[in-house]
Structure formats: C-alpha cells, structure tokens
C-alpha cells in the first residue's frame, strides 16, 4: 500500500546544507531574525516565503534568467514564422521545445526525487546556454537550416524537461509547508514577469539587431541560475521511499490514482493545456490573423507582455489578495472567467481592446493554475514530490506540445478563431464538472475520493 504521510514542517530541512547537521536551519532561522527583528510575517503569504534567504536569492536568480527565457521565445516563434508563414512549422518548434516534458515526465521526476540537485541544475542550465548559443549561429545564416532549428530546439527542451521537476520540487524544502502557498505563488510570478520584460526586450531586440543577438543574450543569462544555484544551501535529497525499479518510476501515477487532489489537479491541467492553452503556442498566428498585428514589431513584443501582465497579477494574488481564500473554489472560479474571456478574445479584431482582453486572460489563467498546483503541492511529501511534479509537467507543458503539433495544421485550413473558441468552451467544462479539487476534509467524511480513473470517466 502506498504510503501517504505528510510531512512535518520539521521534515523539510529548510536550508540545510549537506553535512551542516541539525544547525542548518537555525542557523538561517537566527541569522534571518537578527536581520528582521521579531517581525513575523502570516505563513503562506509571499511575504512569508521572501523572508526565506534561500529562496530568495533562487527566486532572484531564476527571474533574472527567465527573462532571456522568454526573449528567446517570443523572439523565435516571430521568426520562425516569418521564416516560413506556417503554423505548422511553428507548431513543430513548440512541439520541439515542449514535447520533450510529456514523454520524459515520469522519468525526469525520478531523476529530481533521487539526484543531487544542486549538480543536476548547473549542469542542466549549462546544457541549455550551449543550445542557446547554437540556436544564434543557426540564425545567424543567410538561410537558416529549419531542421537544425528544430534539432536545437529539441536539445534545449530535453534539458529543460529535467529542469523543471528538479526546480520545483526544491521550493517547498526552501521555504517550508506552511509558506509552500507564497512560494508557489512568486514563482509564478517571477515566471510571468519575464514573460512580460523578456518580450518587451525581445521584441525592440530583433526589429533593431535580429534575433542572433537576443539568442545571445538568452545564452548569457542562464549565468544567473547558476551562481543562484551555487549560494543557495541545498537541501539533502529526501529519504528513499522504499520502492524499487518500476514502481519507483510510477510511483507519480499511483499517488495521483489514490489522493482525489492530485488526480484531479492533473486531469484538468492536462486536458486545459491541450485544448484550451493552444493559442498560446499560436501566439505570432493570433497576433497576425486576428488583429493584424505584424509579429516581427515591437507592437507584438508589448502584446505579448500585456498578456504576462496579466499572469504576474494573477499568480501574485494567490499569494496575496487571496491567501486566505479556498484553492478549490479559486480554480473553478478563474477557470469559468477564463473561458469567457478567452471567447470574448478569439472573437476581437480591435488591437487596443485586445491589449486590455489578452491581460485579463492572462490574470485568469495563471490565477486558476497557481491555485491548481498549490492545492496539489499541498498533499505531496518530499520523496514523492519530483515524481508528481514530472508529471504536472507532462500535462501542464507537454501537452501544449502535442495540440500544437496536431492542430497546427487545422489551423492552417480553418484559422485560429475556432480553435480559440472551442478552447474556451473545454474550460467552461473543466470548472463545471472536473476541476474540483476540494479535499475529502473538506468535501465531509461520508463523501468517498473518487479515483483518477473514475475522474477520466
């Protein structure tokens, strides 16, 4: 039977380094008070996770290196379809970049559950600077190679498929399970607010030097994660869980199979990302087609950070406005808003309006998903957690790779506004009927926790 024990915040090794003893921790705990006073912050808020040095500086170091990130994305889908005007290709690089997390999910969440992280992280953000820096020379050409574009592409997403798990489930052991919410929710807001500086950089970069010299500089910042990773005080790996060969690379499923949270939150990230996050991939195609956007202008840089606006005010009030509020209800609600905002926007051809529209769609849907992955978080113990986090990866990232790839070509035949539309109404679906993520606490003793195969239903 699989255990199901929650750890204590004890359990967490709150910035211990390996081989400091029982010391680690006070240590950080002391050092953090003589600097703050007795100033204590509401656990689960982000001022209660930023009070952590640890994540701080990781928090720091990740948004610094997000933001050539996301240059390098924007930057690419322009090009890319300026290169070839198709959806297809375009689809094809998504796939590439994200593909890589839904077939490597289980395997990268072992791989997080069982290997210094530390060793793994630098050595993973070194492996992506080098894609980064081919990707630049390939550009670079009078006719770029689009099969060695895909192929470079691919090599970035391999590594970053193993990344991610890594990085996430390093968080909680940073900051602890009472301020597990705040941290999740600055992530996400570190994430979006690179979505919204990297575009605008990006966007001004590739009109003015071309998109050569922001791959560069892509290449450049993953220099911050790595100094970030090397000060920060590692947590020990956690204690080996007792399984062995395949139940140790499936043990993701069957946590997912017994905890009604964790399945549900991975039904609906899974089924919202594939059908109802597609334009997202699709981004230059909406800015072209739908308002007219020219996907190689600034204009296009400064839409696409209107829309990681959104997302840094969405995931920043999980942590804030509504700390205190039900995740649960958080995720059906965001959800719901989302789907009637995403149809109000496939059906605009105003570029002012959608300025305004793509924020709110943006604030809703990384409103709903922080809530998501925070209600999930919150049922994991440490040596269970790179594992499921795998596979939040698989539904979250990979699966937009799959729509990408599949209906890149429906989008080629049929434009964008029904794919949009159709995305709107499976989310409207998702928060009637799945995405409830209430505990069996919260739900009442007589209630029995449905299974993920009973959700799939």
């Not at 300026?82 to 969440?109: D, H, I, K, N, Y």
């Not at 894609?131 to 970053?160: E, F, H, K």
């Not at 007219?292 to 840094?312: H, L, N, Q, R």
Request: charged share 15%; hydrophobic share 55%; glycine share 12%.
């Amino acid at each position: 039977m699989l255990s199901r024990r929650r750890a204590s915040p004890a359990d967490e090794g709150v910035g211990a380094a390996p081989g400091a003893g029982d010391r680690g921790p006070c240590r950080e705990e002391c050092e953090e008070a003589m600097l703050g006073g007795d100033t204590r912050f509401v656990p689960g808020t982000a001022r209660s996770a930023l009070a952590h040095r640890s994540f701080r500086t990781l928090f720091v170091g990740a948004f610094l290196s997000n933001i050539g990130t996301w240059m390098q994305q924007v930057v690419l889908g322009a090009f890319a379809y300026e290169l070839t005007g198709s959806a297809t290709f375009l689809g094809v690089l998504v796939f590439a970049q994200l593909g890589p997390t839904l077939l490597l999910g289980p395997v990268s969440g072992l791989i997080a559950d069982v290997v210094d992280r530390r060793k793994l992280l630098i050595g993973l953000s070194v492996e992506q600077l080098l894609a980064a820096v081919a990707l630049a020379a390939i550009v670079s050409t009078d006719d770029p190679s689009r099969t060695a574009m895909a192929l470079v592409v691919l090599a970035a997403g391999v590594g970053n498929s193993v990344f991610m798990p890594a990085y996430s489930a390093l968080l909680p052991a940073l900051v602890g399970r009472d301020d597990l919410a705040g941290a999740i929710s600055l992530n996400s807001a570190q994430l979006n607010a690179s979505r919204v500086i990297g575009p605008a950089i990006g966007g001004i970069a590739y009109a003015a030097v071309g998109p050569g010299w922001v791959f560069l500089a892509n290449a450049l910042s993953y220099l911050f994660v790595i100094a970030a990773v090397a000060r920060v005080a590692m947590p020990a790996v956690p204690a080996p869980d007792g399984e062995r060969g395949w139940r140790k690379l499936t043990l993701g499923f069957r946590v997912a199979r017994t905890d009604r949270v964790v399945g549900r939150a991975l039904v609906t990230i899974t089924a919202f990302s594939f059908f109802s996050l597609l334009w997202v991939g699709q981004m230059p195609v909406v800015a072209a087609e739908n308002l007219g956007i020219d996907e190689g202008s600034s204009a296009y840089g400064f839409f696409y950070g209107a829309f990681g606006v959104g997302a840094v005010v969405g995931s920043l009030a999980i942590g804030t406005v509504f700390a205190r509020r039900s995740n649960a209800q958080l995720v059906r609600v965001g959800l719901a808003v989302y789907a009637a905002l995403l149809a109000a926007f496939a059906l605009l051809r105003n570029p002012t309006l959608a300025y305004l529209t793509v924020l709110l769609v943006g604030a809703t849907y990384f409103g709903a998903i922080t809530a998501l992955n925070t209600a999930m978080q919150s049922r994991l113990a440490d040596n269970e957690r790179g594992r499921v986090m795998g596979l939040w990866m698989m539904g979250f990232g990979g699966t937009v790779a799959l729509s990408n790839l599949v209906f890149g070509p429906v989008i080629d035949q049929v434009g964008m506004r029904p794919v949009m539309l159709f995305g709107a109404a499976v989310a409207a679906f998702l928060a009637w009927r799945v995405a409830d993520v209430r505990t069996p606490e919260e739900l009442g003793a007589a209630v029995a926790a449905p299974t993920l195969a009973t959700t799939l239903e």
